[in-house]
């Protein structure tokens, strides 16, 4: 497998520009700076994961294809620090026109020409805006694709890549697998002959333990019982009627072993058979997790996927994990050794 150089030790910086909530200006300015890029620099960070929101540049929706240019400026800027301080960057369009990885059925991008239409002009706005920068930025054309097949995707993408290609030829593009960019989808991804294309999955297995208490979560949110790594299921049997003990059948203690078998499975097999350039856009354990359990989490995780050139960035700078506090004054320097391992 070739190994995405690099790219090797990531951050995404989730929140910022995605996922913001009511925000705006007053957040976008303050909520990820120059100094922050800088910071991960020093750390060792050699590329950041950059999730945007298609609202953040396109506000008004009686004016699709129309972009605030004030708006851009903040992508812009990312990429401008990131050159600065020698870091890659992915720009990952993270909620798309008629795609949002947690919108269930109002979702219409494969079956609305409107909202389709949208999703190709950004990209081919962001391959002639971009056009003049090198390897140093990938385009990410969908996050967490979540659908009933992985067939209207693999049209749509390729039709994307076609389209940032005739203005941006040499531009790599990140296409990721279907039901949350799951491992165990890779292998209905379409692959083409075209070493342009990395294909992307995120890791956040065992979910139970890196999304303990999670407030989105209905069910695991009431469970306040801590999970530590590694851990037994039976010491969690209690949970929805034993689930946790169905869930990771086979193993009387969940831990790397269980991690190494699950890349086996899925993730070596797509390697093995196809030969192609994998990258893992995310992976992380909640500031839930009890810390010493996390740091052995991302020290496993981060070995395993050493040991197969996978390049990955950590969910996330801020928020998601406790990498950072809630402040960003401090951060975890244990933490961050395990990601930059």
Not at 184 to 189: F, P
Not at 311 to 322: E, L, T
Request: with cysteine.
């Amino acid at each position: 497998m070739k190994q995405l150089k690099g790219y090797m030790h990531g951050a995404n910086l989730g929140h910022w520009l995605s996922q913001y909530g009511s925000k705006s200006e007053a957040h976008w300015n303050s909520y990820i700076t120059k100094k922050d890029i800088a910071r991960m620099a020093e750390w060792g960070i050699d590329h950041i994961r950059l999730p945007v929101d298609y609202m953040l540049f396109e506000t008004d929706e009686n004016k699709p294809m129309t972009y605030d240019e004030a708006r851009l400026t903040y992508i812009d800027n990312a990429i401008d620090w990131c050159g600065e301080y020698g870091i890659n960057l992915i720009l990952d369009l993270h909620h798309a026109p008629g795609f949002f990885f947690g919108n269930g059925e109002k979702n219409d991008l494969f079956t609305n020409a409107t909202s389709r239409a949208r999703f190709l002009a950004i990209w081919r706005m962001f391959a002639i805006r971009y056009r003049g920068i090198g390897d140093r930025l990938i385009f990410e054309l969908l996050n967490e694709l979540v659908w009933d097949s992985s067939d209207p995707w693999n049209i749509l993408w390729q039709e994307a890549c076609d389209i940032i290609w005739r203005e941006s030829p040499m531009r790599r593009i990140i296409v990721g697998s279907n039901r949350w960019n799951s491992m165990d989808e890779l292998k209905n991804l379409a692959v083409i002959d075209d070493e342009r294309v990395i294909y992307t999955f995120h890791c956040y297995e065992p979910f139970w333990f890196t999304h303990q208490r999670a407030q989105w979560i209905p069910g695991m949110r009431d469970y306040t019982k801590p999970c530590e790594y590694p851990f037994r299921p039976a010491d969690h049997a209690e949970y929805n009627g034993g689930s946790v003990v169905r869930d990771y059948a086979g193993y009387d203690i969940v831990d790397r072993r269980y991690l190494e078998d699950r890349l086996k499975k899925s993730l070596d097999v797509f390697i093995e058979t196809t030969g192609k350039t994998v990258y893992c856009g995310e992976y992380g354990a909640i500031v839930n997790c009890p810390r010493d359990s996390a740091i052995r989490w991302l020290e496993d995780i981060g070995s395993l996927l050493n040991e197969r050139g996978i390049g990955r960035a950590v969910w996330s700078y801020r928020g998601f994990s406790a990498i950072t506090s809630p402040d960003n004054e401090s951060w975890d320097a244990e933490m961050v050794r395990a990601i930059v391992k």
